[in-house]
């Protein structure tokens, strides 16, 4: 039922903003007991789980990246979006959004992932 999906630029050059966006059908990000997150995975490396909104809009950010990283969302258009400043190629991974659900220990819903490499 629920689906999400990445969209943004496949490319972004060092020390530019990457800009994704994750649109979710057949759901609402508003849902009651619901988190949203971004997780990223660098090549050869595992998930990394960068930060989320909760369905009040309530943000939670990786200690490490929440310098950079900024989530937001847009109610009328059913998404949630990611912003991570001054990119590095360490930031070049596969970008997903997944769902949590209130109760639960485990990401219900997942994004197909969209691969984002930071280049010159």
Known sequence: QVQAQESGPGLVKPSQTLSLTCT???GSIT???VYWNWIRQPP???LEWMGAMSH???TYYSPILKSRTSIA???SKNQ???QLTAVTP???AVYYCARVSVGGSL???WGQGTQVTVSS
Request: net charge negative.
């Open 24 to 26: 979710v059908s057949s």
């Open 31 to 33: 849902a009651n007991n």
């Open 44 to 46: 050869g490396k595992g």
């Open 56 to 58: 009040s809009g309530s």
């Open 73 to 75: 969302r847009d109610t």
């Open 80 to 82: 949630l979006t990611l």
């Open 90 to 92: 360490d930031d070049t």
């Open 107 to 109: 990401f219900d819903v």
